[in-house]
C-alpha cells in the first residue's frame, strides 16, 4: 500500500494520568517481569469506572472522573494478565500467569471467588458473553474454556486451540466466539460448541508474528485481527469468513486493538503510540504520545476517551476531540 503524506493529529497531553503508587516493587526492577506494570485495562459500561490489573498480583478500581482509586484488590498470587467487566458491570473477572481465576463484585471490588485453578499456564484473555452468564478464557496452555458465571463451574469440555491462545472475544449477539492464536484465528459456535471456520491470516505467515488481538464491530458484519510483531490489521467479513480488501499498514504491530462504542473507529496500541483510526477508510486520524511502552492488552476505549498503559505502573487517559469525528481532511493514509 503506497503512502501518502497527509496530516494526523499529535495529541502529546493526556487529561489524566493515574498511577498506582502503593505498588511494593520499584518499577524499574527486572521489568520485563512486569512486577510493577498495568498490564491490564477495562472500562465499565458506565464509563465512569475502570479497572486495572498490575505485575504486583493486584487491580485497581478507579474513579475516571475524579481520578482516584477507589479499592486496591488484593488476591492473585503472580501478575494479572487479563481482566474483563460483564456488560451490566456487575462482576469483574481477573486471570493471572498461575492460570488463576478469581470473580469480583463490580460495585463494591470485593472477591465473589477465591483463586480458581482454570489453565495450567498463565491467562492472557477473557472475556464475558453479551448476557454476562458465560465467561472465556484463552490461555497459553492453548485451551479456551467457558465458566457459568452463576456457578464458576465449567460449561463442557475445554476448546483445544492446538497452539498458544491470544485472545477471546464473543460476538455481539454472542452466538460466536473468535480466538486467536499463534498460527490462526477460529470461530466457534458458543451452543454446541463447533469450529465453523479458522483461517491463516497473512501476519500469521511471518514468523514470528503471532494472531494477537480480536475486535468486533458493534453490528458483528465485521472481524478485525491485529498481529504483533507485524503492522497489519486485517478486516473479516462475517458472513463468508474472507478477507475484505487489503490489510491495514501501520508503522507499528496492532498487538491490542478494539473499537468504539459508535462502531465507527478502531483504536489499535502496541509497544509504539496508541493510535485512532477511521473504519470507513482505515486512515490514522490520530496518534496519542504515550512517553512509555504500552502493553498489548492494557487498551480499551470509551466515549471521546482512550486509555492506554506501560511499564510504569502509569494509566494515562487520552481525550478525543470531537473535530477527529468530525473532520473530513485529517488523515493519514495508514490506519492504526
Known amino acids: 500500500m503506497a503512502e501518502e503524506a497527509q496530516p494526523f493529529i499529535l495529541i502529546t497531553t493526556p487529561v489524566g494520568a493515574f498511577e498506582a503508587r502503593e505498588c511494593a516493587v520499584s518499577a524499574n526492577t527486572v521489568p520485563n517481569a512486569r512486577e510493577c506494570a498495568v498490564s491490564a485495562v477495562a472500562v465499565f459500561p458506565d464509563r465512569r469506572h475502570m479497572v486495572t490489573g498490575l505485575g504486583d498480583h493486584t487491580l485497581c478500581l478507579w474513579d475516571l472522573r475524579t481520578g482516584v482509586m477507589l479499592k486496591k484488590m488484593k488476591g492473585h498470587r503472580n501478575w494479572v494478565g487479563a481482566v474483563a467487566v460483564s456488560r451490566d458491570g456487575r462482576l469483574i473477572a481477573s486471570g493471572d500467569a498461575n492460570g488463576e481465576l478469581i470473580a469480583w463484585d463490580g460495585n463494591t471490588g470485593e472477591s465473589l471467588t477465591q483463586p480458581i485453578k482454570i489453565h495450567s499456564k498463565q491467562i492472557v484473555s477473557l472475556d464475558f458473553s453479551p448476557a454476562g452468564t458465560v465467561l472465556a478464557s484463552g490461555s497459553w496452555d492453548t485451551t479456551t474454556e467457558l465458566w457459568s458465571t452463576r456457578t464458576w463451574q465449567e460449561q463442557g469440555n475445554a476448546i483445544n486451540c492446538i497452539d498458544y491462545v491470544h485472545c477471546v472475544r464473543h460476538s455481539p449477539l454472542g452466538e460466536y466466539l473468535a480466538i486467536a492464536t499463534s498460527k490462526d ?64 499498514k501501520g508503522r507499528t504491530a496492532a498487538s491490542a486493538i478494539t473499537g468504539d462504542h459508535t462502531g465507527s473507529f478502531v483504536a489499535s496500541a502496541s509497544t509504539d503510540h496508541p493510535r485512532l483510526g477511521r473504519l470507513s477508510d482505515r486512515r490514522t486520524i490520530a496518534i496519542f504520545k504515550h512517553s512509555d511502552d504500552v502493553y498489548t492488552d492494557s487498551f480499551s476505549t470509551y466515549y471521546k476517551h482512550i486509555p492506554s498503559a506501560g511499564r510504569h505502573r502509569k494509566f494515562l487517559d487520552w481525550p478525543v476531540q470531537d473535530s477527529l469525528f468530525n473532520s473530513k481532511a485529517c488523515f493519514h493514509h495508514r490506519l492504526l
Not at 454446541?192 to 464491530?217: G, M, V
Request: with cysteine.
Open 185 to 248: 484465528v477460529q470461530i466457534w459456535t458458543t451452543d454446541k460448541r463447533e469450529c465453523i471456520a479458522h483461517f491463516q491470516s497473512y501476519h500469521a505467515a511471518h514468523d514470528p508474528a503471532w494472531n494477537y488481538s480480536l475486535a468486533w464491530t458493534s453490528d458483528g458484519t465485521r472481524l478485525l485481527s491485529g498481529s504483533n510483531p507485524d503492522p497489519t490489521i486485517q478486516e473479516w467479513d462475517t458472513s463468508t469468513w474472507k478477507q475484505v480488501n487489503d490489510s491495514w
